[in-house]
């Protein structure tokens, strides 16, 4: 064991919200990244078979792609905010003091937003799917 480091488990960082903040800008942002590229793969298919591009947007009709749509919103969501943030840190003086709380804003914002959004993304789901 390391000095400095009695009693540690695992690495030596501990990373706390920042560290947290980081792998999930990385993450949010490799998710949307993937959403775009099959996003423009489905629709360049409009121009190569219109039967073929109709086939494929209704196995999109479901309530798992639903799930995955409310997920993408909260990463796209949290990707702009967070950006927003990293932004604040990067340029604004008094950033780096606050990013912590910066970073609690950006999640009860995140939060509040996403709640209003998930019950009407999910009372269609649930109407249409389950007739509930």
Known sequence: MASGAKGARG??????????SWVAQRVTGVLVFFFLF???????????S????DQVIGTYKNPIV?????GLVGAVMFH?????RLIAVDFWSKGPKYQRQLLWI???????????FLEPMM???????FGW
């Open 50 to 53: 219109p039967h073929t591009y």
């Open 106 to 116: 950006v999640v009860g914002v995140w939060a509040v937003l996403m709640i209003g």
């Open 123 to 129: 009372q269609h789901t649930f109407h249409e799917w």
């Open 38 to 48: 099959a996003h423009v793969l489905d629709t360049a298919l409009v121009r190569v």
């Open 66 to 70: 639903n799930l995955l749509e409310v």
């Open 11 to 20: 690495t030596l960082y501990r990373g706390r919200e920042g560290m947290w």
């Open 80 to 84: 702009a905010f967070n950006g927003l």
